[in-house]
């Protein structure tokens, strides 16, 4: 079984060098970013992708590091690493790939997946570590939402981390930075406490919201993040780690863009 799924993939997968993506603006009717990849130091990222349409569709995934530069990712049952990594899927065909954790250092950042096509899907981070194994799933997420929200959970020994990205390229002039405001409010609507500060193009952030807000701790409540420059998008999600070091995903909420 292992040895025809390898040959499977090598027959769909197709390793390409970096290119430029196409500037999306606006996509209606598909989710296009991993807000967080992680793999190495007993991380794995595995993503699962569907083709939904009625025809052969293919999408390229592009990997970024944190700091908004190419990254060339390992997949397992593939022998070279690639930044960027192309798909091509039948009717109904769908796909896992997953991240081969061969660097014993946890390396974090993002995905992005263009397509022309109706490619959609999901990720699964996995935590394998001494005495531990857990699991959590998160789908897409828009490449251009302007006010989210992310609830957060910060009592008795819980802490919730939040992974968030700009996907907005660089344009040739003017700025795509983000303008990023974040707000905690109390579970009655009590704002906890707020701060702003900036996110460039094609870069990610990821942090506890204890470590990087300790007013947060020993609080429950819903996270709003705002991009208020109006210069470009985010995406995000969010991981609720539990006492035992057992995690669970966190899906954000937001209005269509449209609506703004």
Not at 32 to 57: C, E, F, H, K, Y
Request: glycine share 10%.
């Amino acid at each position: 079984m292992g040895k025809f799924c390898a040959v499977m993939l090598l027959g769909c997968l197709h390793l390409l060098g970096q290119a430029d993506r196409t500037e999306k603006v606006y996509q209606t009717q598909w989710d296009n970013v991993l807000p967080q990849v992680a793999d190495g130091g007993g991380w794995t990222t595995r993503i699962w992708l569907v083709n939904m349409g009625n025809s052969q569709a293919t999408c390229k995934l592009y990997f970024y590091k944190a700091d908004g530069s190419a990254w060339n990712v390992s997949l397992k049952g593939q022998g070279q690493a690639s930044s960027v990594w192309t798909i091509s899927l039948p009717v109904g065909g769908s796909m896992f790939i997953e991240t081969a954790r061969l660097d014993p250092h946890t390396t974090e950042g993002w995905a992005y997946m263009e397509t022309t096509n109706w490619i959609s899907g999901m990720a699964s981070f996995i935590a394998d570590w001494s005495g531990m194994y857990a699991e959590g799933v998160v789908p897409f997420a828009p490449e251009n939402d302007v006010k989210l929200f992310i609830p957060f959970d910060n009592r008795n020994g819980y802490v919730t981390s939040v992974a968030l990205v700009n996907p907005y390229m660089p344009p040739a002039q003017g700025s795509r930075t983000a303008t990023v405001r974040v707000r905690f409010l109390d579970t009655d609507g009590t704002l906890i406490l707020a701060d702003t500060f900036q996110l460039g193009p094609l870069k990610h952030t990821a942090f506890g919201t204890t470590d990087r807000y300790p007013a947060t701790l020993g609080r429950n409540g819903v996270m709003e993040i705002t991009e208020t420059s109006g210069n470009a998008g985010l995406s995000a999600l969010g991981l609720l780690f539990s006492p035992r070091g057992t995690f669970t995903s966190i899906h954000s909420v937001s209005i269509d863009p449209h609506y703004f």
